[in-house]
């Protein structure tokens, strides 16, 4: 095996992100149904001619590569289906259109940013998932948003703000729990020593978010009051609808698996469809019959396909507009496409190449995280995969931090500033894919409000760079 240069390494890199700008130039909100699948195809193609004929690695070695990256995503990918079927079912069956119903007349326009990222920091630190929070009251919070006024862009910012901030600080995150076991971290050592960066970083967010609340022009009462009163036409609205989410609140706390608590949820949305919401199920099923076949075809349908319900009000029309599983498939597709690249950039080298030359700017604690913050931002880009990156940012450099001093905290704490938050940014990641579709918000449009997620890695640098608790062992 001949090993890589850096110039063919970065030139790699470098061709993927100038293809992908240029897929989405030209095909904008279109990219994802297909464009910028056969883009990172074409990125993987070019880093396996590489691999094959520059490196000399067998195309059974780069076969395995892309398999075993392949084994890694499929929890996330069957994940994501359930992600899909959660949403329709919840949606059809009433419980995020009550959830709507009773934000309006509670959420205040001028707080709601703010009330936004709080709501999501609490859930998410309860249930140590972005993507749950995400797919469930972040669905809510959007048509909340809408209706009140805002841009799509900063709801989904605040959204996102909140839920990652949950992910990086709760004990049952997976990436939290990752972060601290690759870099043999104790979890609730790095739990606290995060405190120090993200605190000032949600700190910053909120105040950007009650900035924009407040230098805003008040939203048209009537409008929300009409939203609100068609809601009520169209769904049986009823506190008995809160029990779903609860319930599911409860599993979560439990720590049961994702994969078991995203089924259990969408099983009992559909039962309270039957029971809350016939005449929705009728119509979905498109059937003359209101019978028990009709209630359990339209269920059925909410979970896997294309619900379109007639409500009478446009903004309401699509908003509880629904895909379910089969919307999931394009991020999927994506997924994998990305994972073909960063196999082949693993197994030629090419990525240790890229991270090896951050490396070499490890001088100091400043130089140090700056070097561990930018090789996190790459393998984000490279790998799309937030578990992969933790794990390989980790292992590259835990032996660079004790040789020179620092305690894993340090790396732990400096890999989720730079991973975890800045994953879901990436609009061909496994996180970047599904917040967009889950949202109905492109990355780049929710991008530039995502305060919290872009000020982290730099208050990452700054609080090394002032010394603060950066400790040495002796």
Known sequence: MRKPTVFLSFLTMALLICMLFFTISIFKDEALDGAMQITLLAAAAIASVIAVFYCRITWKTLERRVAQNMFDIAPAIIILLLIGALAGSWMISGVIPTLIYYGLHIMHSNFFLISTCVI????????????????????????????????????????????????????????????????????????????YTTVPSITIALIVYGIAGFSRELPDTDQITSFAQAIKNNFNVTPWLMIVPAITGVMIAKRFPPIVVLFASSLMACIFSIIFQPHLLQAIAESADAGAIACAKGALVSLFGNTQIETGNETLNDLVSTRGMGGMMSTIW?????????GAMSASGMLSVVTGVFQLMMKGSVGTVAATVASGLTLNVCTADQYISIVLNGDMFK??????????????????????????????????????????????????????????PFMSILIAGIGYKIYRKS
């Open 120 to 195: 999501c920091c609490i859930v998410s630190v309860i249930t140590g998932s972005s993507w749950t929070t995400i797919a469930t009251i972040g669905v809510a919070l959007i048509g909340i948003g809408q209706v009140q006024g805002f841009s799509t862009g900063w709801v989904a910012g605040a959204i996102i703000s909140g839920a990652y901030f949950g992910d990086k600080m709760s004990p049952l995150s997976d990436t939290t729990v990752l972060a601290s076991t690759v870099t043999d971290t104790p979890l609730f050592t790095h739990i606290r020593y995060m405190l």
């Open 334 to 342: 994506l997924i994998i496409c990305a994972v073909c690249f960063g």
């Open 399 to 456: 032996d660079i931090y004790k040789k020179n001093g620092y305690e894993n905290r340090l790396l732990s704490r400096t890999t989720e500033d730079s991973v975890t938050v800045t994953s879901v940014l990436i609009p061909w990641s496994s996180c970047g894919m599904t917040q967009a579709t889950v949202l109905g918000v492109a990355t780049l449009t929710y991008l530039p409000y995502c305060i919290f997620n872009i000020v982290s």
